[in-house]
């Protein structure tokens, strides 16, 4: 099979980037199923990671999940689905950093239970601190925040985790059948 010579800024095949895209837009569109009324914060989280840690699985180069989470907040902003301006922009790179950040640590991770439910954990609660950080900003009572803040976090966290716990065997399946490579690059 011939080699795909087309990168995208010098890092991504032609090929990578599309699927990173694929992901950004399936985060896009949970987002937009998930606008129901649940009641339940931080659910949104479950799918978020759950597509971070699969580009991160699929591509293995540093800069994969933070390229997902650069265009899903740009595409959210287009959209008018964040209602905090750059403050979107925020909510989903920094979740998306710490994706990059465990897999220039550990590249192989995305295979393991644990380290993939660390990571979305680690992931979600950064970003229900985001939240926390722009209510500390405007000046919320802060008895009232600190609730907000714990219950927030705990329900980030939660769902994260439980996003990111299917990330590991669709890894290994799409490795045994060939679909992705076997190497955990972080170039």
């Known amino acids: 099979m ?10 991504f095949t032609l090929r990578e980037a599309v699927l990173l895209c694929f992901c950004a837009t399936l985060i896009i569109l949970t987002r937009a ?9 931080g659910h949104v989280m479950f799918f978020t990671m759950f597509f971070f840690l699969l580009a991160r699985g699929c ?15 740009l595409a959210s902003i287009l959209l008018g689905m964040g209602s905090g301006g750059v403050i ?3 909510k989903f790179l920094l979740p998306a950093l710490v994706v990059d950040l465990a897999g220039l640590i ?14 979305g954990v680690l992931a979600s609660l950064l970003r ?12 919320i009572d802060e008895d009232i925040m600190l609730n907000k803040a714990v ?3 705990a329900l980030n966290g939660l769902w994260g985790g439980l996003g990111a716990l299917a990330v590991p065997a669709i890894i290994r399946r799409l490795r045994k059948n060939g679909l992705i490579d076997h190497q955990g690059a972080s170039s």
Request: charged share 10%; net charge positive.
């Open 2 to 11: 011939e080699q795909e010579k087309v990168f995208i800024w010098r890092r």
């Open 33 to 41: 199923g998930l606008r129901l009324h649940l009641h339940m914060p």
């Open 59 to 73: 591509v293995p180069r540093l800069g994969a999940a933070t390229l997902v989470g650069l265009i899903t907040s």
């Open 88 to 90: 979107t922009l925020v």
């Open 106 to 119: 550990a590249p192989s991770f995305v295979t393991s239970l644990f380290a993939c439910a660390t990571v």
């Open 128 to 139: 229900a601190g985001t939240n926390t950080g722009v209510e500390w900003l405007l000046g």
């Open 151 to 153: 219950i927030s976090a």
